[in-house]
């Protein structure tokens, strides 16, 4: 019988380690390896330390089949994660996450790492000894009897000051250098068939009701040790519920963040971290491997033109500390594949343009492009994020055409609602802020209702913002203006309190476009009444445009079937000569909440870019011919003619 009894070795040395093997050793159904003896046997190695455990401690033995790591951290243990063979999760993953959570504590463990693991912690009472080797017995016969340990894909964090034990999960990491593996990106995996998918209910553009799953995203994605989100920020914001959820990027020190803005806190906390989770993917290739590295004269039967995808002219590339390579064919770079929706198969589009990050884990890569997450989204399936990564497509293409080409907009008769909603929302907003609210429709050729929000205050009002954009898009024009009215409070109240905060670097901004440099620069620059009739073309129309007209002219839409409704938006696109690609940034994370995440790319459209010199225009000619095409009476010919002045977009 004896001789049936899993074999457990326990590794290190000092109090800790002491009180699991004795723990372990008293337990029948376990059978403890000598100190001496080899590990290849055993089923599962306990690695034990009074201080901090270095990683290639912490890991264990090669080959091991299971280890479980034991460290104590000054007023903590941690116990986990278990580290399994063939299985994603392990002690590197939570590592990786907790020092993109905790940077200045990994900078202060990377200085001071000897000491740290030479010193044991002076927190360490007879008490909490036992304690946790009582939690680590539990763990080890749950994992030799096959049950569930707690710490499979998370680490118990027990407090030494008062034997608190908490449960932190760890999503695996795809790029871990001990677990991850991520498969090569090819061309055949890239190739997509929609399926149809059921709407929740008519008029509902979602096959799954997110906010209810409120608690499992929760618990998934937000943790502060080891989460993708750290934790989700709640405020109030020009009279709107608004919510943050910060998420640290791989390999730099800032962080992005995604943002929820709606009519209700609940709303917004799941959809700020939903925004996060898409960002997660958009940064940076984390669910297939990038494989294809070539000049585009040697793709170029397989690969999309990158100047079709918006550049700079020559002079620019050539300024002084221009971060971005002029691009020509002989010009090697990273490529990923997406799907062409008119060449009906795979095509190759720069790395850099698929991931907006790409370049923070490659810096020697060229970049040809400052590129944002415009067209990244999320959905229950990857019909869904497709439809929405192309509506923030059409709605940032709308606002730029209208600004680069200074058209006159009808104004949209907020009356002719049938959400009540929305006369309610743009009047609560008026009154919160003191302002005149009024929604522009923007919409262009494809007729894909996009639309232009736009706060003005008084004139004599010195202290707030003079006036604050913007945009919203969706096959709803009703829709659409919702959305924008519910950035627009939220986006009032913190141009508002920056305003305040930057007079100085306001006014230095109306004098020199090129200090406008970042994405809020570009709301704060007309906040300053200097710049306000830059503006004045918006209101040029005579023209007042109800929102069934706007309907009249959208796409037909399907009472159960979403898919149908994709169809028809990339059927605009096709049919106005220009092509839909689609690139599957889903990751292991996404799939663990049954997500996909996409960057849709359409190329020709404009693209938002942030900070005056990053702007891109070289190479797009719906500048110069949609306008025309749309009967504006003085249409740009050049890129002379072109609006010179930063956009507004927030």
């Not at 990786?96 to 001071?112: C, D, F, K, Q």
């Not at 059927?571 to 994370?589: F, S």
């Not at 020709?604 to 942030?610: A, D, K, R």
């Amino acid at each position: 019988m004896s001789n049936a009894r899993p074999l457990v070795s326990v590794l290190g040395e000092g109090r800790l380690h002491d009180a699991v093997a004795t723990q372990l050793a008293a337990d029948p159904r376990i059978s403890c390896a000598s100190p001496d003896a080899s590990t290849e046997d055993s089923a599962a190695v306990v690695v034990v330390a009074d201080a901090w455990l270095e990683d290639a401690v912490a890991l264990g033995p090669k080959g091991a089949a299971a280890v479980l790591p034991v460290s104590t951290e000054l007023g903590h243990v941690v116990i986990g994660p278990l580290t399994r063979l063939g299985r994603a999760g392990c002690w590197m993953c939570a590592r990786l996450r907790r020092s993109r959570n905790h940077p200045e504590r990994e900078l202060a463990i990377r200085r001071n790492q000897q000491v740290l693991a030479s010193r044991p912690s002076s927190w360490l009472t007879s008490f909490a000894v036992d304690a946790v080797a009582a939690l680590v017995h539990d763990e080890i016969t749950a994992l030799v009897e096959g049950g569930g340990p707690r710490t499979a894909s998370s680490f118990l964090r027990v407090s030494l000051a008062d034997l608190t034990v908490r449960t932190h999960h760890v999503l695996p990491d795809p790029l871990c250098q001990v677990c991850g593996e991520l498969p090569e990106d090819t061309a055949e995996d890239a190739v997509l068939s929609l399926t149809r998918r059921l709407k929740l209910a008519p008029g509902a553009y979602r096959t799954r009701a997110v906010v209810d799953a409120r608690e499992s995203l929760l618990s998934t994605y937000v943790d502060p040790e080891a989460g993708l989100v750290s934790e989700v920020q709640t405020g109030d914001e020009g009279g709107l519920p608004v919510a943050k959820a910060p998420l640290a990027m791989r390999g730099a020190s800032g962080t992005e963040a995604g943002w929820g803005r709606s009519d209700s806190y609940r709303v917004s906390t799941v959809t700020a971290v939903l925004e996060a989770v898409e960002r997660w993917g958009g940064l940076q290739a984390g669910g297939k491997r990038t494989a294809v590295r070539a000049a585009y004269r040697e793709v170029r039967e397989l690969a999309v033109d990158p100047v079709s995808l918006g550049l700079y002219d020559d002079e620019r590339y050539s300024g002084p500390d221009f971060p971005f390579s002029p691009f020509h064919d002989a010009l090697e770079l990273r490529w990923v594949w997406a799907y062409s929706f008119r060449r009906r198969r795979s095509v190759l589009v720069p790395e850099s343009y698929a991931y907006y990050g790409a370049h923070v884990l490659e810096p020697d890569e060229p970049r040809l492009a400052y590129e944002i997450s415009n067209g990244c989204a999320l959905g229950s399936c990857i019909e869904e994020a497709i439809l929405y990564g192309l509506l923030e497509v059409a709605e940032r293409d709308a606002f730029l055409m209208a600004w680069y080409g200074q058209r006159p907009l009808p104004v949209i008769d907020l009356a002719s609602a049938r959400d009540p909603r929305l006369r309610l929302l743009a009047a609560h907003l008026e009154e919160e802020n003191d302002r005149t609210i009024t929604v522009l429709d923007t919409t262009v050729e494809q007729n894909i209702p996009c639309v232009w929000a736009i706060a003005v205050g008084r004139p004599d009002d010195t202290v707030r913002a003079r006036a604050v954009c913007a945009g919203g898009s969706h096959i709803d024009p009703e829709r659409a203006v919702l959305n924008a009215l519910c950035e627009l409070g939220p986006i009032l109240a913190s141009v508002d309190r920056s305003y305040e905060q930057r007079r100085e670097h306001v006014s230095a901004m109306t004098k020199n476009s090129h200090l406008v440099r970042t994405m809020g620069d570009h709301s704060l620059l007309y906040a300053d009444p200097e710049v306000f009739p830059r503006l004045a073309f918006l209101f040029a129309s005579q023209e007042v445009r109800s929102l069934r007209e706007m309907a009249a002219n959208s796409i037909p839409v399907s009472p159960d079937d979403l898919t149908q409704d994709v169809n028809q938006v990339i059927g605009r696109y096709l049919e106005t000569g220009l092509d839909v690609l689609v690139v599957d940034q889903t990751t292991p994370e996404h799939r663990r909440a049954a997500l996909a995440c996409v960057k849709v790319m359409v190329p020709g459209t404009i693209p938002m870019t942030f900070g005056h010199g990053m702007r891109r225009v070289h190479g797009l000619p719906r500048l110069f011919d949609i306008p025309r095409l749309l009967g504006d009476r003085n249409p740009p010919v050049t890129n002379e003619d072109l609006n010179p002045h930063p956009h507004p977009f927030p």
